[in-house]
T-cell receptor, first 112, second 116 residues
Framework: DGGITQSPKYLFRKEGQNVTLSCEQNLNHDAMYWYRQDPGQGLRLIYYSQIVNDFQKGDIAEGYSVSREKKESFPLTVTSAQKNPTAFYLC???????????FGSGTRLTVV | AQKITQTQPGMFVQEKEAVTLDCTYDTSDPSYGLFWYKQPSSGEMIFLIY??????QNATEGRYSLNFQKARKSANLVISASQLGDSAMYFC?????????????FGSGTKLNVKP
């Protein structure tokens, strides 16, 4: 079955460490996205990529970095510069046309 | 300005009754799409229903219908015959087609609780 796989499901990070969240899709979608969700809140766009080797900052890109070396993969690195990284992170892809996103199941990141 | 506004942080509904979740949007793009997603406590985002800006009829998907009032820029979700499994967060979203291509905007969500 086609879909988006996010790993790990739960991630614990010590302060000052960088961590990378994985997002892989086998849907052949060009566009991929990373969102952050805080408890009881909506989704805020971190980064998005329309095509391989290209990506754009979203609304809250500070303290995050991404790469898009392959169509299938769009990893997100949460750097030590992100002061409050504890949140739920959702990856999504989009095939174009009049369709919505396909979402992954999310990664819950906690700083300890 | 907010692109998507959901003014109901939380709502209660009795099982088997209908409920309306409000959503208003703001865009100058003549071509756009409106979406509703359900997010249970597990965190996954489940697509419910889609309405295109040029669609003449309101979208329906099973127990879900979208009350689309273009002049008022509202896209309310109606859930008929509520079930206990409908308890979740609900997000309204919009995609602009000409401007900000392929970028989706989400509202802050409405937490729906269905009471037995």
């Amino acid at each position: 079955d086609g879909g988006i796989t996010q790993s790990p499901k739960y991630l614990f990070r010590k302060e000052g460490q960088n961590v990378t969240l994985s997002c892989e899709q086998n849907l052949n979608h060009d566009a991929m996205y990373w969102y952050r969700q805080d408890p009881g809140q909506g989704l805020r766009l971190i980064y998005y990529s329309q095509i391989v080797n290209d990506f754009q900052k979203g609304d809250i890109a500070e303290g995050y970095s991404v790469s898009r070396e392959k169509k299938e993969s769009f990893p997100l690195t949460v750097t030590s510069a992100q002061k409050n990284p504890t949140a739920f992170y959702l990856c999504a892809s989009f095939e174009g046309g009049y369709y919505g996103y396909t979402f992954g199941s999310g990664t819950r990141l906690t700083v300890v | 300005a907010q692109k998507i506004t959901q003014t109901q942080p939380g709502m209660f509904v009795q099982e088997k009754e209908a409920v309306t979740l409000d959503c208003t949007y703001d865009t100058s793009d003549p071509s756009y799409g409106l979406f509703w997603y359900k997010q249970p406590s597990s965190g996954e985002m489940i697509f419910l229903i889609y309405q295109g800006s040029y669609d003449q009829q309101n979208a329906t998907e099973g127990r879900y219908s979208l009350n689309f009032q273009k002049a008022r820029k509202s896209a309310n979700l109606v859930i008929s015959a509520s079930q206990l499994g409908d308890s979740a967060m609900y997000f309204c979203a919009m995609r602009e087609t000409l401007y900000n291509f392929n970028k989706f905007y989400f509202g802050s969500g409405t937490k729906l609780n269905v009471k037995p």
